[in-house]
């Protein structure tokens, strides 16, 4: 069976520091896509970040940034400069043959 | 408008009776999927269209549900004789090809209680 799995279910982090979310997943598939969606509290999921299994560099946008490990299906978030607008859920998630989300990590930004 | 649009946004309804959630997608996307985030949970995949082939209906967690896809735009998502444990908030998304490095672009959702 292939599932993601977010071990972090709470997690704060002060403001303009650095903070990494865990995501794991498991697959016996070769080709697939990983995603980093956030979920504020106005509720609309948008996307932060992606990546593709084939790729090996890691995928980077601006403040975000993820470490891929694809021997260890390992996906995690680095968000730098945490800022209190990252303050949400961030749901980890995984594209093949099928769809799956992990069950989110609520970050909340302290001032 | 530009993103995805469901409706109604809240829906409460008592135990017993059927619902209908909308969902209309990004125009362009081919790509249309339905999921169910309970309170405190992640997304629940439902059921996945790709533009003219036969819908993947494997989330589908009962015979109580089903969806349709009219015209490769507007699905609308049915929910029979509803149960208390159906409550949650029902997503909807859309991109542009299938499974793919394509984003899902999502929806506002649809907030069901079932009394």
């Known amino acids: 069976a292939q599932t993601v799995t977010q071990s972090q279910p709470e997690m704060s982090v002060q403001e303009a520091e650095t903070v990494t979310l865990s995501c794991t997943y498991d697959?016996?598939?070769?080709?697939?896509?990983l995603f980093w969606y956030k979920q504020p509290p106005s509720r609309q999921m948008i996307l932060v970040i992606r990546?593709?299994?084939?790729?090996?560099q890691n995928a980077t946008e601006n403040r975000f940034s993820v470490n891929f490990q694809k021997a260890a299906k390992s996906f995690s978030l680095k968000i730098s400069d945490s800022q209190l607008g990252d303050t949400a859920m961030y749901f980890c998630?995984?594209?093949?043959?099928?769809?799956?989300f992990g069950t989110g990590t609520s970050l909340t930004v302290i001032p | 408008g530009a993103g995805v649009s469901q409706s109604p946004s809240n829906k409460v309804t008592e135990k017993g009776k059927d619902v209908e959630l909308r969902c209309d997608p990004i125009?362009?996307?081919?790509?249309l999927y339905w999921y169910r985030q309970s309170l405190g949970q992640g997304l629940e995949f439902l059921i996945y269209?790709?533009?003219?082939?036969?819908?993947?209906k494997s989330g589908l967690p009962s015979d109580r549900f089903s969806a349709e896809r009219t015209g490769g735009s507007v699905s609308t998502l049915t929910i029979q004789r509803t149960q208390q444990e159906d409550s949650a908030v029902y997503l909807c998304?859309?991109?542009?090809?299938?499974?793919?490095?394509?984003?899902?672009?999502f929806g506002d959702g649809t907030r069901l209680s079932i009394l």
């Open positions: 998304a859309s991109s542009l090809g299938g499974p793919s490095n394509q984003p899902q672009h």
């Open positions: 697959t016996s598939e070769s080709n697939y896509y």
């Open positions: 990546q593709e299994a084939y790729k090996q």
């Open positions: 998630a995984f594209n093949g043959n099928q769809f799956y």
């Open positions: 125009s362009g996307h081919t790509a």
């Open positions: 269209f790709q533009g003219n082939s036969a819908p993947d």
